[in-house]
Each structure stands twice: as structure tokens, then as C-alpha cells.
């Protein structure tokens, strides 16, 4: 559901986040996090992918925190949506979720980072504004578990790397139609 954002007063405005989560009693920590950052706002409340597509159409937004593990589906397919819709927005995940299939589809699907629930309160909100800073946030254990398939030479994602035609040919890609 969409929230009331605090009025704008001096200062830049504060980011606008969206939380996709189906469990309330981790929505109600995240929620407890963003209110208590002064540079930060709740703009909306979702608790499903349909309800999160629903909601993407109302309200404006500058991250959005996204669990995979939804009631009618995966997280990844709302990545989707707000990447193709909402290309300026920033995605993170945030789930319980820690394997190379989740991270990679995640990652895949357009998030720009990947925090495992179990990260604390600051560590979140700290990670949100890296987020909203054009960094990537990803939890450590994640992060380790990469740098160690880049030395044993394995590919990092399984799914297709490359991005969708229209981008190619957007970011002159010598291959034009035929890379397609």
C-alpha cells in the first residue's frame, strides 16, 4: 500500500523506497529501519509480485528492497518489471536465499545488490545508501563465494549475461540484429 511521505523540508529529499516483503514480521525491521534514517522514506508496502506490479504504477520510488520468496511467485519477475519500467530506480534484494541460482537469476533479472536477511539494522541502511550511490552492495558470504569461483576460473552466471537486443543496439553493438 502506498504510505504518506514526510513533507519536503530543507535539504535534499529522502529516498523513496519500496519494499516488496510477504513476511510481516521482517517487513515491520525494514520498515523500522527506513523510518528511522532521516535521509530515508517509505513510498510503499507490497506484499506479493502482483501487489508490487500493482503498486509500481502508483507511486514514484528510488530503490526498491524486493524478497524472492514471494506468495505468487519470485521476486526476480518484479526485478524484471521495474527494470524494463523504472530503469532509473535501484533494485536490491534482500532474502534468505544464498545460493548461486538465486543470486545469479537476481542478478540476471537487473538487481544491484543481494543482502541476505540476516545482515543488521545499520549494516541495511548503510548498504541502501551505497545502493542509491551507484554501488553494489552484496552481502559477504555472497561476495566470498564469487571471488572464489573468479580464482578457480567458473563462469558466474549460468543464465544469459548479455542484455536484450534492444540494448545492444541501443549501446552500438557491432552485431546489431544478428547478435539477437
Known amino acids: 500500500m502506498p504510505v504518506s511521505l514526510p513533507g519536503a523540508g530543507p535539504g535534499p529529499a529522502p529516498l523513496r523506497i519500496f519494499l516488496v516483503e510477504d513476511e510481516l514480521g521482517f517487513a515491520a525491521r525494514l520498515k523500522g529501519i527506513i523510518a528511522a ?8 508496502h507490497a506484499q506479493s509480485v502482483r501487489e508490487g506490479l500493482d503498486l509500481l504504477a502508483q507511486v514514484q520510488v528510488d530503490v526498491v528492497l524486493v524478497d524472492l520468496g ?25 532474502t534468505v536465499f544464498g545460493d548461486d541460482a538465486h543470486v545469479t537469476e537476481s542478478i540476471a533479472a537487473g538487481a544491484g545488490g543481494y543482502l541476505l536477511k540476516d545482515c543488521p539494522d545499520l549494516e541495511i541502511a548503510a548498504q541502501i545508501r551505497t545502493l542509491s550511490a551507484g554501488g553494489s552492495p552484496i552481502s559477504p558470504i555472497i561476495a566470498r563465494r564469487i571471488l572464489d569461483r573468479m580464482r578457480r576460473g567458473e563462469r558466474l552466471l549460468l543464465l544469459p549475461c548479455r542484455p536484450p537486443c534492444e540494448l545492444r543496439r ?8 544478428a547478435a539477437c
Request: net charge negative.
Open 170 to 177: 541501443a549501446n552500438g553493438c557491432p552485431l546489431g540484429k
Open 70 to 94: 514471494l506468495p505468487d511467485g519470485s521476486g526476480a519477475e518484479l526485478i524484471r518489471a521495474v527494470r524494463q519500467s523504472r530503469p532509473e530506480c535501484e533494485i536490491m534484494v534482500v
Open 37 to 44: 534514517q532521516p535521509d530515508m522514506a517509505l513510498a510503499a
